[in-house]
């Protein structure tokens, strides 16, 4: 099995870009699809981004489309979330999941342990 673990969370301040990291051990990333979610404080776990193994297709929740990009490195088993133009609705424990697609979590296996993304306003 695959085991994502997320970085690259941090304290940023409205507007600013943040760049999340999802690394696979285990086996190769190269043979899932990826997803990203995240929970905010006191609310469900959501849907954010999706990639494929190739990297070929893709799509994103309305509340992040045209500020967030997700991509991958699969020479360095990696996979990317790109976040622009951030807000403070963005604030939430941002996980990586592999294993498989869609909008919901139950589609996905494998589960990283999550990295929190704070925006300032």
């Known amino acids: 099995q695959v085991q994502p673990v997320e970085s690259g969370g941090g304290l940023v301040q409205a507007g600013d870009s943040l760049r999340l990291s999802c690394a696979a051990s285990g086996r190769t990333f190269n043979n899932y699809n990826v997803g990203w979610f995240r929970q905010a404080p006191g609310k469900e776990r959501e849907f954010v981004a999706a990639?494929?193994?190739?990297?070929?297709?893709?799509y994103y929740a309305d509340s992040v489309k045209g500020r967030f990009t997700s991509s991958r490195d699969n020479a360095k088993n990696t996979v990317y979330l790109q976040m622009n133009s951030l807000k403070p609705e963005d604030t939430a424990v941002y996980y990586c999941?592999?294993?498989?697609?869609?909008?919901?979590?139950?589609?996905?296996?494998?589960w990283g342990q999550g990295t929190q993304v704070t925006v300032a306003s």
């Open positions: 999941a592999a294993g498989g697609w869609g909008t919901e979590e139950y589609n996905y296996s494998y």
């Open positions: 990639i494929s193994r190739s990297g070929g297709n893709g």
